[in-house]
């Protein structure tokens, strides 16, 4: 079993091998390396004065022996640097795809709420608007003049439609939203020139769920700044 | 003999009575006879009135069997519908819906209520009950352009892209093109006249938050210009209008201007927000 060489004298054997060039192996990949290292080689023996500061403050090792270790550490650099850099690229723009996308679902949240909040607010004013004393009708003075209220009822049935379609911003609000498309329906579907029995039916509907109230508190809930 | 006496009292007692009201319901219209069956209705309605959807709906259905051909059928047929619906069963109220709508094609009003509310039950029962989301696929093609939309938002909300189409259809109309923006950008869709890439422009929202190094860049199709004012917070809102910036006003204002124009700047202290044509 022969003794593993030690490290400055292998590098002395490639050096020669450097030097004979009919020595080489026959791959002409590996040769054009040599030749590469060589032409390094030749330039770095003709700027002696390199090696000599180097020389002055560590062990007798000619700059050309330590050559390999330097040739590595460049080529670790080499590897590192660009590794390290787009590393560090892809963390930065994962938190800025993190960033956009909470902000996306902040601002879809947003949206949301406002929807809500302006259709709670309306239905409020609503149902405030019903319980005044209406004009008579013109065909049938018995009977109240309800066809405004009843176009914003309509508008606001369509609203609650698409916001049921939409999904609630949380339970109590959907519960509300229930209870409010139910009403308005209801007085859609009326005739707009109403009984006042009817007119009243409807008022207490509307008080035995609380309506105004708590669609004027989620309206209110919802329009204050949820970011 | 005795009965013709007595009723014959009875009318010379009441007479003077009868006298004194004369006038007065005279100048009254005559109460309507009541159809056979307004009392079962008024129940129903009474009985839904106080939430009591089972019993409102066998209300309904009594009335229904009992009076067949009674001009008040449309409308039982729809609150039993609506009744279904109160009391979350879905699919039977959904079936309710479908039965009332292929036997009163004619009702308007009622009709288009129950096309949007069965679309409601088909949207909730989306993955769980087989015929609703070829329900909705089928009322894409609805004559009534809302049905439509309320459709497509309901298959939107499952994530399902076949809704796109009526989505971007739905922005140009009146009172739905917030919900479908909204619903648009949840797909994660941009929408764009498909026009020369020269031609092409954007909504470009920067946002800097308090803190944070990076700046968040949101790119908007002018189409969905009308939710820029969802990146924007209440104070920055209230700043823009301060401004005289007008939101509904946005995909006019960016057609017209030219490239690279900031079109708003606004900082609440919590974070700027920039919005620029490209």
Same mark, same amino acid.
């Given at each position: 079993?022969?003794?593993e060489?030690?490290?400055?004298?292998?590098?002395?054997?490639?050096?020669d091998?450097?030097?004979?060039p009919?020595?080489?192996?026959?791959?002409?990949?590996?040769?054009?390396?040599?030749?590469?290292?060589?032409?390094?080689?030749?330039?770095?023996?003709?700027?002696?004065?390199?090696?000599?500061?180097?020389?002055?403050?560590g062990?007798?090792?000619?700059?050309?022996r330590?050559?390999?270790?330097?040739m590595?550490?460049a080529?670790?650099l080499?590897?590192a640097?660009?590794?390290?850099?787009?590393?560090q690229?892809v963390?930065?723009?994962?938190?800025?795809?993190?960033?956009?996308?909470?902000?996306?679902?902040?601002?879809? +949240?947003?949206g949301?709420? @406002?929807?809500?909040?302006?259709?709670?607010q309306?239905?409020?004013?609503l149902?405030?608007?019903?319980? +005044?004393?209406p004009?008579?009708?013109t065909?049938? +003075?018995d009977?109240?003049?309800?066809?405004a209220?009843r176009?914003?009822?309509?508008?606001?049935?369509?609203a609650?439609?698409k916001?049921?379609?939409?999904?609630a911003?949380?339970?109590?609000?959907?519960?509300?939203?229930?209870?409010?498309?139910?009403?308005l329906m209801?007085?859609?579907?009326?005739?707009p020139?109403?009984?006042?029995? @009817?007119a009243q039916?409807?008022?207490?509907w509307?008080?035995?769920?609380?309506?105004?109230?708590?669609?004027? @508190?989620?309206g209110?809930?919802? +329009?204050?700044?949820?970011? | 003999?005795?009965?013709?006496?007595?009723?014959?009292?009875?009318?010379a007692?009441?007479?003077?009575? /009868?006298?004194?009201?004369?006038?007065v319901?005279a100048?009254?219209p005559?109460?309507?006879?009541? /159809?056979?069956?307004?009392?079962l209705?008024?129940?129903a309605?009474a009985l839904?009135?106080?939430?009591?959807?089972?019993?409102?709906?066998?209300?309904?259905?009594?009335?229904?069997?009992?009076h067949?051909?009674?001009g008040?059928v449309?409308?039982?047929?729809?609150w039993?519908?609506?009744?279904l619906?109160?009391?979350?069963?879905?699919?039977? /109220?959904a079936?309710?819906?479908?039965?009332?709508? *292929?036997?009163h094609p004619?009702?308007?009003l009622?009709g288009?209520?129950?096309?949007?509310?069965l679309?409601?039950?088909?949207?909730?029962?989306q993955?769980?009950?087989?015929?609703?989301?070829?329900?909705?696929l089928?009322?894409?093609q609805?004559?009534?352009?809302?049905?439509?939309?309320?459709a497509?938002l309901?298959?939107?909300?499952a994530?399902?892209?076949?809704?796109v189409e009526?989505?971007?259809?739905?922005?140009?109309l009146? *009172?739905?093109?917030?919900?479908?923006?909204l619903?648009?950008?949840?797909?994660?869709?941009?929408? *764009?006249?498909?026009?020369?890439?020269?031609?092409?422009?954007?909504?470009?929202?920067?946002?800097?938050?308090?803190?944070?190094?990076?700046?968040?860049t949101?790119r908007l199709?002018?189409?969905?210009?009308?939710a820029?004012?969802n990146y924007?917070?209440?104070?920055?809102?209230?700043?823009?209008?301060?401004k005289?910036?007008?939101?509904?006003?946005l995909?006019?204002k960016?057609?017209?201007l030219?490239? *690279?124009?900031?079109l708003l700047s606004?900082?609440?202290?919590?974070?700027?927000?920039?919005?620029?044509v490209?």
């Amino acid at each position: 079993m022969t003794p593993e060489p030690d490290p400055l004298t292998r590098d002395a054997q490639a050096f020669d091998l450097l030097e004979h060039p009919e020595a080489w192996p026959e791959d002409p990949a590996l040769q054009a390396e040599l030749a590469a290292l060589l032409e390094l080689h030749l330039a770095l023996h003709a700027h002696p004065e390199v090696g000599e500061d180097l020389d002055a403050t560590g062990p007798v090792r000619p700059l050309s022996r330590s050559f390999p270790w330097l040739m590595s550490a460049a080529a670790v650099l080499l590897v590192a640097v660009p590794l390290a850099y787009h590393a560090q690229n892809v963390r930065t723009m994962a938190e800025m795809s993190r960033n956009q996308a909470r902000i996306q679902d902040l601002a879809q +949240k947003r949206g949301q709420d @406002r929807l809500w909040a302006g259709f709670f607010q309306q239905s409020s004013l609503l149902i405030q608007d019903f319980a +005044k004393r209406p004009a008579a009708c013109t065909s049938d +003075k018995d009977n109240e003049d309800r066809s405004a209220e009843r176009e914003v009822a309509f508008a606001l049935l369509q609203a609650s439609h698409k916001l049921s379609a939409q999904g609630a911003p949380g339970p109590d609000a959907e519960a509300v939203r229930s209870d409010l498309h139910a009403w308005l329906m209801e007085l859609t579907l009326e005739d707009p020139c109403l009984d006042p029995r @009817r007119a009243q039916e409807l008022r207490q509907w509307a008080n035995a769920h609380n309506l105004e109230d708590e669609a004027q @508190r989620l309206g209110n809930l919802l +329009k204050g700044e949820t970011l | 003999m005795l009965r013709a006496l007595a009723l014959a009292s009875c009318a010379a007692l009441t007479a003077p009575a /009868a006298l004194l009201v004369a006038p007065v319901a005279a100048l009254a219209p005559p109460a309507p006879p009541a /159809a056979p069956g307004d009392a079962l209705l008024r129940q129903a309605k009474a009985l839904r009135y106080a939430q009591r959807w089972f019993e409102a709906g066998q209300a309904y259905r009594q009335f229904l069997t009992e009076h067949p051909s009674s001009g008040r059928v449309p409308e039982a047929r729809f609150w039993l519908a609506a009744t279904l619906e109160s009391d979350q069963r879905w699919d039977e /109220a959904a079936a309710a819906y479908q039965a009332f709508l *292929g036997a009163h094609p004619d009702q308007r009003l009622l009709g288009r209520e129950a096309k949007m509310n069965l679309v409601r039950c088909w949207g909730i029962r989306q993955g769980q009950a087989p015929g609703a989301t070829p329900g909705l696929l089928a009322t894409l093609q609805d004559p009534i352009p809302e049905v439509r939309v309320a459709a497509a938002l309901q298959l939107a909300k499952a994530g399902d892209a076949r809704a796109v189409e009526t989505l971007k259809q739905g922005l140009q109309l009146p *009172g739905t093109g917030d919900a479908c923006s909204l619903a648009l950008i949840g797909l994660g869709v941009q929408t *764009g006249q498909p026009v020369a890439a020269s031609q092409a422009r954007f909504l470009v929202i920067r946002i800097k938050e308090a803190g944070k190094p990076d700046t968040v860049t949101i790119r908007l199709a002018l189409a969905l210009a009308r939710a820029a004012g969802n990146y924007l917070s209440d104070a920055q809102l209230k700043q823009a209008q301060a401004k005289g910036f007008d939101l509904s006003g946005l995909t006019d204002k960016a057609t017209t201007l030219p490239k *690279g124009s900031t079109l708003l700047s606004v900082d609440d202290g919590k974070s700027s927000v920039a919005i620029t044509v490209e």
